[in-house]
């Protein structure tokens, strides 16, 4: 079965720096990456998807992620943290029929002003 | 428009009671998945349905759970007998039918805590 890891539980970076949030998926190619966010009380929202179309993935609030084969991962990047990217974010994989979904364990963004 | 609304937003039971949790996706989506989500977790996979039928129910932990979803609208995750381990945030979720079938659009969740 498919599955992702998610290094690092709690990342803090300063306002204006680079966000790197990590993930690495199980071994075979899945059909579909994602990244969700998940603000404080509020349901988990879609920031990308890759459907194997572009390596290169840009999503909304100017967060973007690359899908590299040779490393297994899918890391999610933004040039420049504000204090609103603070939140929860998961990194999910669809199953090969794409009917399944399975979630990393989350990486808890604080934004330090 | 809407989006996927869940109810009710928490429910606190006693172990052994049966509970009811429902969901009401986002109009038109044919799809509709069941998660939880324990503390520190991410959402852990229960049920897909697609329309009225439960395409893939693999991920219910035992037979005290059971979801419904009969005129491929809203659905119900029904468990019986709750045990403390229950207690999670129940999450719904609903996707289009096409070539956007796997974006999926959650709801806020249902907070159930078995005392």
């Known amino acids: 079965a498919q599955s992702v890891t998610q290094l690092g539980s709690h990342v803090s970076v300063s306002e204006g720096a680079l966000v790197l949030l990590r993930c690495n998926y199980s071994?075979?190619?899945?059909?579909?990456l994602f990244w969700y966010v998940q603000y404080p009380n509020q349901g988990l929202q879609l920031l990308l998807k890759?459907?194997?179309?572009?390596?290169l993935v840009k999503g909304i609030n100017g967060f973007e992620a690359e899908f590299k084969k040779s490393e297994t991962s899918f890391h999610l990047t933004k040039p420049s943290a504000h204090m609103r990217d603070a939140a929860e974010y998961f990194c999910?994989?669809?199953?090969?029929?794409?009917?399944?979904?399975?979630f990393g364990t989350g990486t808890s963004l604080t934004v330090i002003p | 428009g809407a989006g996927v609304s869940q109810t009710p937003s928490n429910k606190v039971t006693e172990k052994g009671k049966y509970v009811e949790l429902r969901c009401d996706p986002i109009?038109?989506?044919?799809?509709l998945y069941w998660y939880r989500q324990s503390l520190g977790q991410g959402p852990e996979f229960l049920i897909y349905?697609?329309?009225?039928?439960?395409?893939?129910d693999s991920g219910l932990p035992n037979d005290r759970f059971f979801a419904v979803r009969p005129e491929g609208s809203v659905s119900t995750l029904k468990i019986q007998r709750t045990e403390r381990g229950d207690s999670a945030v129940y999450l719904c979720?609903?996707?289009?039918?096409?070539?956007?079938?796997?974006?999926?659009?959650f709801g806020p969740g249902t907070r159930l805590t078995v005392t």
């Open positions: 979720a609903s996707s289009p039918s096409g070539d956007r079938y796997y974006e999926q659009y």
């Open positions: 071994s075979s190619v899945p059909p579909y």
């Open positions: 890759y459907t194997s179309a572009a390596t």
């Open positions: 999910a994989v669809s199953s090969n029929t794409g009917n399944q979904f399975y």
């Open positions: 109009s038109g989506h044919t799809a």
């Open positions: 349905f697609q329309g009225t039928g439960a395409a893939d």
